[in-house]
């Protein structure tokens, strides 16, 4: 392999050291246990490996490579002994870089990628121990442990819980007694194996265990406490993505499948991507209780999600209570409590007690578990959801273009199920919050997106409401999602429609990822514009579906019109000062241009900009991406567009795509553009080569400008404006009077254009400011609301409003970041000093990237 120097952690690019041109992994098999008092995650990886025949070309590449597996929920063992890491394998691990490139003597060398991991042992298993490995079907190989793995590749998917139960025997055999332990180097990016004498792929060992711990300070892994200061710990979603929880194949080719059993303590709950709702088995000699997960669809390891803490489940009613009341009634361990909890949440309690004896039956072909309130699957199963329903123009003899897996698209079951089986977990403070928003939305937004996209491509999903030191609003993953605490409403229950846009908004853009970034990904990770830009537009088709539902809000075509084109014009708003204010190399969808895609003949390489932390905080692929495909749409028709999306799904389903796979496939599908002078070449000039704006996007915003909506927001900003100038230079007892404002209720997209503009003025008066808190309530609005009315009272300096500034960037850390900055720039002290007070509070819990650009602004 061509092997670069380490990369600076500061410098802009990540490096992809796996040589997946060479080997592959098609399984995992983790063994791992959770220590919250050292924060290390400990135990073994079992890897299962098949050689590449010889490099693959590009066209080889474009064609990702199929996987058939499977796993069923079985019994763990022991969890793998906890090594002493740093005083093991002295012999085994050469420990310097140029002794390592010195002595391979011509040795094939393994390359996975890894970071901030430190590996004991590294050794072959032995599967020719496993005696039931010789009933399998093949062709019989002198190299016995070899044929016996490739023999277990070739097993068809509908043997898939067959091949779990030899995935699991085989990663609970013995290493081999011919030369022990293989020798292994760890450098900053990645981890090396070679076994002595073996110069070739195709003779290097099919099956490893690798032995490690992680390290607490590890980029992958977040260890935190949540909102009831219990210790947690989760998947942090960075851009090294997993290779600091486990040494995996990162690059999105190398698409595999995992089965993972996880030891925590007794009182947590361990949440992850898995098939099935796990139900953990005690062990009594060391008090905790074990899960198993496993999932049979190939995906990257980068989409391997893991979250363990003490969190609850969010049943359909949850009891006006105390926090304390609440939390003596989730950890009492009574019988019968245990039953009535298990009785209303209908997939398992809230507790770890009740979900490890309860019966799930969420598993593959079941249907819809009634874990949320009645009312949305009464009115589900009455509501006509869309006149182009997606299991009415798929046939049964659906072919699909990804390898030999269990496929929900094949199967009749899963084309009929409108709402797959769920389950929502919080904090306890949180709860009453999480079933009054996304418990109650959730089925809703699934439905929706079943009417707009067709089938689910995953049999399940947990949401969990992640600690306030979150980076972002959410994360979606193999059958979990990840929420922050910001879109949680902070008013009251009957505030309706207006009082869960955010919410709901949200759970759709998350739930959207289930089609475009993950059962549809990007095979390179610079082009995030194919999963981000495509859930941003769907989130808004998919949201005002799930509005007929939730509130029989039957609007117009005109009138959903004008709330998607308000929300273009916010985000064209945002997207505007973004690219004012960045950098031109950072605004550009496809920063590999004509070589993106490639890698090197290892099959390494490097993601651009990923590690730079301004690309981090930067939405550029959100909007960018978004209005690429809201100018497409624009030139077929929205609906045709929509329909395009399911025809998309049904081809690409199971793969790995570039931007010219899904636009060369609409160029086919509607001639007429083409025809138009729309190429693939003009469309890579205007939208995803260069930097800025391009002319579409500046003309068309100039009519989302004037459209009945803006122009409602434009009478009321004018309201302000006057009364603000009609308070200015009063005397010391007319300020204090409330003046009044006949305002026109808006809705809270209304109320976000509305203090942009206000934001506008160079100068408010205190009187409007205060009657303008007061109008809206803007400190029970959502966060997208309250960020606008953070920043307009730090510019205006308003002082009676600081606590609502202080209470945002401690609870809404995710959209606080350049809050910090505006405090700091306006170099007045009080305002400083509320910026440091409010970092010394939460720095500890921030991320690490968002603690660093802060910390760059305040210290």
């Known amino acids: 392999m061509e092997h670069k120097e380490d990369l600076d952690p500061d410098r802009d690019d990540l490096p992809l050291r796996a040589n997946t041109n060479h080997i592959l992994v098609r399984h995992y098999v983790l063994d791992l246990s959770i220590h919250f008092d050292h924060r290390i995650i400990s135990g073994s990886i079992v890897l299962f490996l098949e050689p590449c025949s010889r490099v693959r070309t590009k066209a080889e590449d474009d064609t990702v490579l199929g996987v058939s597996d499977g796993a069923e929920s079985v019994e763990a063992g022991q969890s793998a002994e906890r090594s002493v890491l740093h005083a093991a394998a002295d012999d085994e691990c050469i420990q310097s870089s140029p002794m390592w490139q010195n002595s391979s003597g011509g040795d094939f060398t393994l390359v996975l990628d890894c970071c901030d991991l430190d590996v004991s042992k590294v050794e072959e298993v032995d599967v020719t121990s496993v005696s039931a490995m010789m009933s399998l079907p093949g062709v019989i190989s002198q190299n016995p442990q070899a044929g016996n793995v490739q023999n277990l590749f070739t097993l068809p998917s509908s043997h898939w819980q067959q091949k779990h139960r030899f995935y699991l025997m085989c990663s609970r055999a013995p290493g081999t007694q011919d030369e022990g332990s293989l020798q292994f180097y760890r450098d900053k990016w990645s981890l090396q194996v070679r076994k002595k004498g073996v110069t070739s792929s195709e003779e290097f060992p099919r099956v490893l265990r690798i032995y490690y711990e992680t390290r607490p300070t590890g980029g992958s892994v977040r260890w935190t406490k949540d909102q009831d200061n219990r210790v947690c710990v989760y998947t942090a979603g960075s851009p ?37 709702p796990a139900v953990p088995t005690e062990d009594a000699e060391t008090n905790s209780l074990i899960w198993n997960y496993y999932v049979t669809m190939p995906m990257p390891a980068s989409t391997f999600t893991l979250a363990v803490g003490h969190w609850r489940q969010v049943t359909a009613e949850v009891p006006p209570a105390s926090e304390s009341e609440l939390r003596d009634r989730m950890d009492c361990g009574k019988a019968a409590e245990s039953g009535e909890w298990a009785r209303l949440s209908g997939v398992g309690s809230s507790s770890s007690e009740v979900v490890k004896g309860s019966s799930l039956q969420t598993g593959r072909g079941h249907q819809t578990t009634r874990s949320d309130s009645a009312f949305c699957y009464s009115s589900l199963e009455d509501e006509e959801l869309s006149v182009a329903d997606y299991s009415g123009m798929v046939d049964d003899g659906i072919s699909c273009s ?10 009749r079951s899963a084309r009929s199920q409108r709402v797959i089986p769920h389950r929502v977990f919080s904090p306890v403070c949180l709860l009453q919050k999480a079933q009054m928003g996304v418990l109650k939305l959730l089925p809703c937004c699934l439905a929706a997106a079943y009417a707009v996209l067709g089938v689910h491509p995953f049999p399940r999903l947990d949401v969990l409401i992640v600690p306030a030191g979150f980076s972002s609003l959410g994360m979606a993953s193999p059958h979990i999602i990840f929420l922050s605490q910001s879109v949680l409403h902070a008013g009251s229950p009957d505030s309706g429609e207006n009082g869960v846009s955010l919410c709901g908004s949200r759970i759709c853009h998350e739930i959207a990822h289930s089609w475009f970034g993950l059962v549809i990904g990007a095979r390179d990770w610079t082009e995030e514009w194919i999963s ?33 084109n308000l929300k273009a014009l916010l985000r064209w708003r945002r997207l505007s000062d973004e690219l004012q204010n960045s950098k031109e190399e950072l605004q550009i969808l ?30 550029v692929h959100y909007l960018k991406g978004y209005f690429l495909l809201r100018f497409l749409a624009s030139q077929v028709g929205e609906q045709q567009f929509i329909d395009f999306f399911r025809l998309f799904v049904r081809k690409y389903h199971g793969q790995l795509i570039l931007s010219q796979d899904f636009l060369q496939m609409l160029l086919l599908t509607f001639p007429d553009m083409e025809r138009k002078g729309l190429t ?48 200015q230079g009063k005397g010391r007892k007319r300020k204090r009077m409330e003046p009044k404002v006949n305002c026109k209720e808006l809705t809270s997209d209304q109320l976000v254009m509305l203090l942009e503009l206000l934001l506008e003025e160079s100068e408010l008066s205190v009187a409007s400011m205060r009657a303008l808190q007061r109008t809206y309530s803007l400190q029970n609005q959502d966060a997208e609301v309250r960020h606008r009315w953070c920043e307009l009272v730090v510019k205006h300096a308003y002082t009676q409003a600081y606590g609502d500034v202080e209470h945002f960037l401690i609870h809404d850390q995710a959209m606080g970041v350049y809050l910090y900055g505006e405090l700091m720039v306006q170099e007045d002290p009080e305002q400083q000093a509320l910026a440091h007070r409010c970092l010394s509070l939460v720095q500890e819990e921030m991320d690490q990237s968002a603690r660093r650009v802060v910390e760059e602004m305040v210290l």
């Open 240 to 276: 090294i993505n997993n290779r600091a929880l486990f040494p995996c194949q990162e690059p999105p080719v190398a698409m595999s499948t995992w089965q993972a059993t996880v030891q925590a303590p007794h009182e947590c709950v361990v949440l992850m991507s898995g098939e099935e």
């Open 532 to 564: 981000e830009g495509f859930a941003t537009c769907l989130e808004d088709i998919i949201w005002a579906q799930a509005q007929k539902v939730q509130y029989i809000n039957l609007l117009s075509i005109q009138e959903k019109t004008e709330q998607f």
């Open 402 to 411: 990804h390898g030999d897996y269990p496929c929900r698209f094949t199967e």
């Open 590 to 619: 496809r920063p590999n241009m004509e070589k993106t895609g490639q890698v090197s003949d290892s099959g390494s390489s490097t993601v651009k900009h990923a590690l730079n932390p301004e690309k981090t905080f930067m939405q």
């Open 680 to 727: 693939l070449g003009a469309i890579y000039a205007d939208w995803l080569d260069r930097p800025g704006i391009p002319k579409w996007l500046s003309e068309r915003s100039a009519v989302w400008s004037q459209t009945r909506l803006v122009e409602e927001v434009k009478a009321e900003v004018v309201k302000w404006i006057l009364l603000s100038q009609s308070h």
